[in-house]
């Protein structure tokens, strides 16, 4: 046996390792969510076996409320006693009644003990409302958001850090170019502010893939000054054939790891973009999604996005 005692020299950010939550399928209701009134047992509302499962594996942090949802999400709909209901365009055009929001997404990381992190609405919100949503959830002074938040019962301030602008705006996040999306994340995130000792750590929406001219344009474009990371989301499937998640033959399996195999590719040329433009690394590559892909299963919603995994899934995690 060699022990390497110099090995361990570099820190793996912990971070890494964090987790997504969308208003999708039963991910939050029925999932997380059962409500105050449930027989299923429930702190506030919040599975308290959902809770214990995840515990065990220590999610540093969690992503809220998309996603593609998140950029037709509004948030004022999601606070206080009355809370009108909306249609999920995204995701099955299900009734989403609004019963899990803000509050409840902040009592949900404060029991699992980790880190929130909310993505802000840039294809179907304004500027003031994303701006007004940071006040509510980190000014501690007198204000009309700080006093609302008192009003739906938390005095005081959260103290969040991390704050994504947007989610996928080259798709169902606006359909914008590159060049149209670092303009807006200018203009968003100028309002988005540091309250007291409390920095954001502000997330651009990065690229798809290997979409390297998106990169390429937002480094160019948004000062780094303005943008602490940048995202990156890649997903093994052939959109236009993802095929089944259960049946499938060995060259549908090899098919599905060799994709895997990209993603290492995708981060290292998505990386050589941003070291060039930022030398110093300031700012950070966020990959906040990836994964498989396939078809979903038959007799369920396909907007619920239900497939069952497989030991060809656990290899590509």
Request: proline share 3%; with cysteine; hydrophobic share 35%.
């Amino acid at each position: 046996m060699v022990l390497n005692a110099g090995a361990g020299e570099e820190v793996i950010s912990r971070h890494i390792y964090g987790h997504f939550s969308e208003h999708l399928g039963h991910c939050i209701y029925g999932g997380y969510w059962v409500g105050y009134d449930s027989p299923i047992p429930n702190t506030k509302g919040i599975r308290n076996d959902v809770v214990e499962a995840l515990k065990k594996i220590q999610i540093p942090n969690l992503r809220w409320p998309g996603g593609c949802f998140a950029d037709e999400y509004h948030w004022m709909d999601g606070i206080g006693t009355e809370r009108p209901k909306m249609v999920n365009t995204h995701w099955g055009g299900v009734t989403e009644d609004n019963s899990f929001g803000t509050h409840e997404f902040m009592e949900l990381c404060e029991q699992l003990g980790t880190e929130p992190v909310i993505c802000g609405n840039v294809g179907s919100g304004t500027i003031k409302e994303m701006s007004q949503w940071v006040e509510y959830i980190n000014f501690d002074g007198i204000s009309p958001m700080a006093d609302l938040r008192r009003a739906n019962g938390h005095d005081k301030a959260w103290g969040l850090k991390y704050w994504g602008v947007g989610n996928e705006n080259w798709g169902c996040g606006g359909n914008m170019t590159a060049e149209f999306y670092a303009d807006q994340y200018r203009r968003y995130a100028t309002f988005c502010r540091n309250y007291g000792e409390n920095r954001l750590f502000k997330i651009a929406g990065g690229a798809n893939s290997e979409d390297y001219n998106w990169t390429e344009t937002l480094m160019t474009n948004i000062p780094h000054r303005m943008m602490n990371g940048l995202s990156l989301h890649y997903y093994t499937s052939d959109w236009s054939n993802k095929g089944s998640a259960t049946e499938f033959g060995e060259d549908r399996y090899f098919d599905v790891l060799r994709r895997c195999l990209h993603i290492e590719k995708a981060i290292d040329r998505h990386m050589e973009i941003m070291d060039k433009y930022d030398p110093e690394k300031r700012v950070a590559l966020v990959f906040d999604e990836w994964g498989t892909w396939y078809d979903v299963e038959p007799g369920t919603n396909p907007g619920f996005l239900f497939q069952q995994n497989s030991m060809r899934d656990a290899l590509v995690a």
